[in-house]
């Protein structure tokens, strides 16, 4: 199963809506997972089963969709979000290519 | 709280051999599945490979079957990842990451820092 993720980056503001999409190439029912990563960090996990917030990670951040098509939205860029943002499919576990979103 | 520290990592020759510890603590690691996944200098994500708790169940990237071995050491509460014929392209930061259930789920709740593994001659 493969993922695609659009787009590959994005520049956005401090406040800014942003949105990013996860394609499967085939239905995976909700077995997608999203994660944040800052240069020479280990990723983050954000959310899981395409919409459940990992704990401690805030609200402006949500997940949806469901078979092949996927959304991270988060609501209200802050300055803490500038990151590159992985889906990750849990049928044979294998990560998008990531989008970048600077400033 | 949980702590994943990866070691091993290093300069090696195409051709040889490595492995990779991950050694695990503030959690019960017998009873977590876990993951290795790697990531290429300036490149994506890359999952590898998974454990069931207990080592009964392993799962492995295509690309990777053959080539890489995933074990543990529930006594020692260390995770392990086995190289054989490193190549350029293995060239990568390899984390260690904690599955959320014994069997395997699938993402990575925790990860560890990673280490570097250089292939090189």
């Known amino acids: 199963i493969q993922l695609t993720q659009s787009p590959s980056s994005l520049s956005a503001s401090v406040g800014e809506r942003v949105t990013i999409t996860c394609r499967a190439s085939q239905g995976i029912s909700t077995y997608l997972a999203w994660y944040q990563q800052k240069p020479g960090k280990a990723p983050k996990l954000l959310i899981y089963?395409?919409?459940t917030l990992q704990n401690g990670v805030p609200s402006r951040f949500s997940g949806s969709g469901s078979g092949t098509d996927f959304t991270l939205t988060i609501s209200s860029l802050q300055p803490e979000d500038f990151a590159t943002y992985y889906c990750?499919?849990?049928?044979?576990?294998?990560f998008g290519p990531g989008t970048k979103v600077d400033i | 709280q949980v702590q994943l520290v990866e070691s091993g990592g290093g300069v090696v020759q195409p051709g040889r051999s490595l492995r990779l510890s991950c050694a695990a603590s503030g959690f019960k690691f017998s009873t977590y599945a876990m993951h290795w996944v790697r990531q290429a200098p300036g490149k994506g994500l890359e999952w590898l490979s998974a454990?069931?708790?207990?080592?009964?169940?392993?799962y492995y990237a295509d690309s990777m079957k053959g080539r890489f071995t995933v074990y543990r050491d529930n006594s020692n509460d260390t995770l392990y990842l086995q190289f054989n014929s490193l190549r350029a392209a293995d060239t990568a930061v390899y984390y260690c990451a904690k599955d959320p259930l014994g069997t395997v789920a699938g993402f990575a709740e925790y990860w560890g820092q990673g280490t570097l593994v250089t292939v090189s001659s």
């Open positions: 990750q499919q849990l049928e044979s576990y294998a």
């Open positions: 454990i069931s708790y207990d080592g009964s169940r392993k």
């Open positions: 089963g395409a919409s």
